[in-house]
């Protein structure tokens, strides 16, 4: 992409589904955002536009997956306030709003559906593009979603964090029991897990994966 989405279209990549990236807007709007790169057409009926990782990343002010990735990782709590809903990584300061089991919910079921429209087998226990391009959001929703409890000011809870390895988060949790139900709620969803030991520390961590079969 060589120049700016317009301000129209730029009104519609913002309005998309937070979750899945489905798109709303006229036939002639949704052509101009596939003939740039920023959308694609589901080749199953109903033919509903997504946003596609360019027009994702556009959403986001991000140049590259990975420098999203990072940014969930350093600064967890960025999309508060936004009206976006953002995955709990752990290590947010701000409570929970009573509506938020049913806004997690929701999430999870939007990305179940973006999984079934957007994989090529239709497979929904499978990870899918979304998930490769936002993986620490990705990883952290899977464990909110179980019930997993992210871990708050004084500690305690989960943290997934971005890694310098492609493709792959890391989930610190200090309690060695809950430390292993993430780990069994990961696979589940579709992540390949590994049990790893901080060689300073001794602490165990995970290292998870989103499987391509």
Same mark, same amino acid.
């Given at each position: 992409?060589?120049?700016?989405?317009?301000?129209?279209?730029?009104?519609?990549?913002?309005?998309?589904?937070?979750?899945?990236?489905?798109?709303?807007?006229?036939?002639?709007?949704?052509?101009?955002?596939?003939?740039?790169?920023?959308?694609?057409?589901?080749?199953?009926?109903?033919?509903?536009?997504?946003?596609?990782?360019?027009?994702?990343?556009?959403?986001?002010?991000?140049?590259?997956?990975?420098?999203?990735?990072?940014?969930?990782?350093?600064?967890?709590?960025?999309?508060?306030?936004?009206?976006?809903?953002?995955?709990?990584?752990?290590?947010?300061?701000?409570?929970?709003?009573?509506?938020?089991?049913?806004?997690?919910?929701?999430?999870?079921?939007?990305?179940?559906?973006?999984?079934?429209?957007?994989?090529?087998?239709?497979?929904?226990?499978?990870?899918?593009?979304?998930?490769?391009?936002?993986?620490?959001?990705?990883? !952290? #929703?899977?464990?909110? %979603? /179980?019930?997993?409890?992210? $871990? =708050?000011?004084?500690? @305690?809870?989960?943290?997934?964090?971005? *890694?310098?390895?492609?493709?792959?988060?890391?989930?610190?949790?200090?309690?060695?029991? !809950? #430390?292993?139900?993430? %780990? /069994?709620?990961?696979?589940? $969803? =579709?992540?390949?897990? @590994?049990?790893?030991?901080?060689?300073? *520390?001794?602490?165990?961590?995970?290292?998870?994966?989103?499987?391509?079969?």
């Amino acid at each position: 992409m060589t120049r700016p989405p317009t301000a129209a279209q730029r009104r519609v990549i913002d309005a998309a589904d937070p979750v899945t990236g489905r798109l709303r807007g006229t036939e002639t709007q949704l052509a101009a955002l596939v003939k740039r790169g920023l959308a694609f057409r589901h080749p199953r009926p109903p033919h509903d536009h997504f946003l596609s990782p360019t027009g994702h990343r556009v959403r986001e002010g991000a140049p590259e997956p990975e420098t999203a990735v990072g940014a969930a990782a350093r600064a967890p709590d960025a999309e508060s306030g936004t009206g976006v809903f953002a995955a709990r990584v752990g290590g947010e300061e701000t409570a929970d709003p009573p509506s938020r089991p049913r806004e997690v919910r929701s999430a999870w079921q939007g990305l179940l559906e973006l999984r079934r429209m957007t994989n090529t087998s239709g497979a929904v226990d499978l990870p899918c593009a979304w998930e490769r391009t936002h993986l620490v959001r990705a990883a !952290a #929703l899977a464990l909110e %979603a /179980a019930g997993h409890r992210p $871990a =708050g000011p004084e500690g @305690g809870g989960y943290r997934v964090r971005a *890694t310098p390895q492609p493709e792959a988060v890391a989930v610190r949790e200090p309690d060695p029991g !809950a #430390l292993r139900a993430c %780990a /069994a709620t990961l696979e589940e $969803a =579709g992540w390949q897990v @590994g049990e790893h030991t901080e060689p300073r *520390t001794g602490a165990r961590y995970l290292l998870a994966s989103p499987r391509r079969v």
